[in-house]
């Protein structure tokens, strides 16, 4: 068992710029979440799908985050126009389910997006 | 208000100290977990512990559901303990996981 991947490791963009993160959670689990953490805010909440239907957004920056999983091996992080404040650490987590009934979650080793 | 909070948001111990971690939460939950993160590392799950008391090496862990508190004791620290640790638990009425902000903790030698 590999855990969870996430890629790339780090990334930087210029402002404005497009960043695409990926996470390919653990085999069998329904439940994969998204977070961002920064030294400031710690770690927050973006958004998480249940065996790949989006669930619950409501961490999401409305206007340029978009998330996927448009299968279960696989989610994607898209972020439009990229800017200075969203330079930090993106988080991808999975677990065996979530629906109310909390799972033990396993963290990936996370993305590192520079905003230049 | 912040839903979990723990204390103390900082700790330095001189190596072989035990040391008590607390997570306290206002909001009703289902279970929590506890994670360890190494300075630009990932979260580790220490405990996935829904209620009771579960030992792992020199770390115990123990959850009060009723009272809303969980602690972390880490026993004979040592300068690897280094690092934040992190709390999270599950509202049960906003289907939502939420992180406290964190210990950080320094281990000297």
């Known amino acids: 068992n590999a855990g969870v991947i996430q890629t790339p490791r780090h990334k930087v963009t210029g402002k404005g710029q497009e960043a695409t993160l990926w996470c390919e959670p653990i085999s069998g689990h329904s439940a994969v979440f998204w977070y961002r953490q920064t030294i400031v805010q710690g770690l927050e909440f973006l958004t998480y799908?249940?065996?790949?239907?989006?669930?619950?957004d409501s961490g999401m920056p409305k206007e340029r985050f978009s998330a996927q999983m448009p299968n279960q091996s696989h989610s994607t992080l898209k972020i439009q126009s990229t800017q200075p404040q969203d330079s930090a650490v993106y988080l991808c987590?999975?677990?065996?389910?979530?629906?109310?009934?909390?799972?033990?979650?396993?963290f990936g080793p996370g993305t590192r997006l520079t905003v230049l | 208000g912040q839903q979990v909070q723990q204390s103390p948001a900082s700790l330095v111990l001189q190596e072989g100290e035990n040391a008590e971690l607390q997570c306290n939460f206002s909001t009703s939950l289902n279970s929590m977990q506890w994670f360890y993160q190494r300075p630009g590392g990932s979260l580790v799950s220490l405990f996935y512990?829904?209620?009771g008391t579960k030992h792992s090496g020199r770390l115990t862990s123990t959850t009060v559901i009723k009272e809303r508190r969980s602690s972390l004791h880490i026993s004979s620290s040592q300068t690897t303990d280094s690092g934040t640790y992190l709390c999270?638990?599950?509202?049960?009425?906003?289907?939502?996981?939420?992180f406290g902000k964190g210990t950080h903790l320094h281990v000297l030698p």
């Open positions: 987590a999975s677990s065996l389910d979530y629906w109310g009934n909390y799972a033990e979650q396993f």
């Open positions: 799908f249940r065996n790949q239907a989006p669930i619950d």
């Open positions: 512990n829904p209620s």
């Open positions: 999270a638990l599950d509202d049960t009425n906003a289907y939502k996981v939420i």
